[in-house]
């Protein structure tokens, strides 16, 4: 057991019926019959949640590909006389599945919302698995359809982290060919089979049809240049466990003690039995599970901020990039960038294997550019020598981040084969650290970033552990670069974007009837955006 204290967590140990538990869980958490989150916790969720609403709604004005499809194919299942959920800028009642494919997908599209690494060493639980805010959608469906209010919806996003940033920790997906989002599905059949009054038996039941049935492969991620599958593996996860709940909820019973099943993804990869007795239905599954239920040793405490549109684990290498600039304006000199010689950017894996691997050096679609360390450092280097250019270069850390934010325009088609930033590219050595590096992930995201001159000088960021946006990164304004980056996203989709920002936050103190009609707005949608 951890250290931790009793009061602040239910175990699920290995041995026990663990698709059960959660879902009692479930139900005990969003009835307050256990538990209170911290106000901190509370905060915390609000801020992904904002987050991820202004992520998928400029994803939306935008017009990109999968959430525009998958929204205009929800606006065709209208709930008729049943309670239903809203899509992003609508008040039609729709099918509670279809609302949230749609939302879903769009909060993910631009891969800029909240990441977990699926690491806790208090506790020893440091699988690693990856993850992301991509399922507050859920909680909003299931509060429009019970007619729930914005403290309710939020203590359904607490549940949906906690559920499947726990599980992040115990069990590694991505290690047999997995997507991450498996684990989202779970919490999703949890939280809205709670939300929606489902018995403990239904939620088991939908958590291993989920399982059984619907098992999502890293193939959705495999490629040279990644397709919309990739931006939309979460929400088609989580259409199916809405699915599975109303259909549990409907009398339908699917696999019972699906993380003890023999033949389920979690025993079969890592078996709890030797021999002749692998198969035994009786043995434990290959992990403990701790929920918290109050304080604020939440898993949502360790999850990070993304400060624009990159991926995660190139958050190291931007700060650095941010640091020497400051540092060091003289890299900045050349407008274009023909001072410098090289950058040789050191990390770990899985980083250097997901977006250090040959092919991202030449992306030619969006979802390849913000999966390409190349791209990404060269594309915020070239921000950084344009503002030097012009005189207004910052040298503090937190208005570094908001000048060169990446935004959506930083990955269209002109700014993807951008010949500036195809020449820094150019540039770039991206190697593996090896064990010093692999050792300190998923602790943080150990990255070194050398630029050298022509002149001959070198300079060197160091290792950087915790870059601004990281859970453990104690010296950047946060709220005040997220605020910036709300703005941004927020002015793509709206005339007036602090009243839309205002529509999402303090979701704790909004009303029934204000989650009712959270979505009822305008986008407004703009044609000036090409996607690669």
């Given at each position: 057991m951890p250290a931790a204290s009793a009061a602040t967590f239910t175990p699920l140990p290995a041995d026990s019926?663990?698709?059960?538990?959660?879902?009692?869980?479930?139900?005990?958490?969003?009835?307050?019959?256990?538990?209170?989150?911290?106000?901190?916790?509370?905060d915390r969720t609000d801020l992904f949640h904002t987050d991820a609403v202004l992520c998928g709604l400029s994803a939306l004005a935008l017009r990109t590909n999968a959430p525009t499809i998958l929204r205009d194919e929800a606006l065709g299942y209208t709930s008729g006389s049943q309670p239903g959920a809203t899509?992003?800028?609508?008040?039609?009642?729709?099918?509670?599945?279809?609302?949230?494919?749609?939302?879903?997908?769009?909060?993910?599209?631009?891969?800029?919302?909240?990441?977990?690494?699926?690491?806790?060493?208090?506790?020893d639980h440091t699988a690693g698995e990856f993850g992301h805010n991509d399922f507050y959608p859920v909680a909003i469906a299931a509060a429009q359809l019970k007619g729930l209010s914005g403290a309710d919806a939020l203590r359904g996003m607490i549940l949906l982290d906690e559920i499947r940033g726990r599980l992040a920790e115990v069990f590694s997906l991505k290690t047999y060919k997995i997507d991450h989002v498996l684990h989202g599905a779970i919490a999703s059949?949890?939280?809205?089979?709670?939300?929606?009054?489902?018995?403990?038996?239904?939620?088991?039941?939908?958590?291993?049809?989920?399982?059984?049935h619907y098992v999502p492969w890293r193939a959705i991620r495999a490629g040279k240049q990644l397709s919309d599958s990739k931006g939309a593996s979460a929400a088609i996860s989580t259409e199916v466990a809405i699915l599975s709940t109303l259909r549990s909820m409907r009398g339908f019973m699917g696999p019972r003690d699906i993380f003890r099943n023999p033949e389920a993804v979690f025993r079969f990869f890592e078996p709890t039995t030797e021999g002749k007795d692998r198969w035994t239905e009786l043995a434990p599954s290959p992990f403990d599970l701790y929920l918290s239920h109050s304080g604020d040793d939440f898993a949502v405490m360790g999850m990070h901020f993304k400060l624009g549109l990159y991926e995660h684990q190139s958050a190291g290498a931007l700060q650095a990039v941010i640091d020497l600039a400051a540092k060091h304006p003289e890299i900045l000199e050349s407008p274009d960038a023909s001072t410098i010689e090289k950058i040789e950017i050191v990390a770990y894996e899985p980083a250097f294997g997901i977006i250090g691997n040959p092919a991202k050096m030449d992306p030619k679609t969006r979802q390849s550019a913000d999966h390409s360390m190349a791209y990404i450092v060269s594309t915020l280097l070239r921000k950084a020598i344009d503002a030097r250019q012009r005189g207004d270069a910052p040298t503090d850390n937190d208005e570094a981040w908001k000048r060169y934010m990446l935004s959506p325009y930083d990955y269209s088609r002109d700014a993807v084969f951008d010949q500036r930033t195809r020449a820094i590219m150019s540039k770039i050595v991206f190697t593996?650290?090896?064990?010093?590096?692999?050792?300190?992930?998923?602790?943080?995201i150990p990255t070194s970033l050398v630029i050298k001159t022509k002149s001959g000088e070198a300079f060197d960021s160091g290792m950087i552990m915790y870059p601004a946006g990281h859970a453990r990164n104690a010296a950047a304004d946060l709220e005040d670069i997220l605020n910036h980056k709300f703005h941004l996203l927020?002015?793509?989709?709206?005339?007036?974007?602090?009243?839309?920002?205002?529509?999402?936050?303090?979701?704790?103190?909004?009303?029934?009837?204000?989650?009712?009609?959270?979505?009822?707005?305008?986008?407004?949608?703009?044609d000036d955006f090409q996607d690669a």
């Open positions: 019926n663990q698709a059960l538990g959660i879902a009692n869980f479930a139900i005990d958490f969003m009835a307050r019959r256990i538990g209170e989150p911290d106000q901190a916790v509370l899509v992003f800028g609508s008040s039609v009642p729709l099918k509670p599945e279809k609302a949230i494919v749609a939302n879903s997908n769009a909060v993910r599209e631009w891969d800029s919302n909240g990441t977990n690494f699926g690491f806790n060493k208090a506790r059949a949890a939280a809205f089979g709670a939300m929606m009054g489902a018995t403990a038996e239904q939620i088991e039941s939908a958590i291993g049809m989920t399982v059984a593996h650290g090896g064990p010093e590096y692999d050792r300190n992930y998923p602790d943080g927020g002015a793509l989709a709206s005339d007036d974007a602090p009243d839309l920002i205002a529509r999402y936050r303090n979701l704790e103190r909004k009303s029934a009837s204000d989650v009712a009609n959270i979505n009822d707005f305008k986008i407004r949608f703009r």
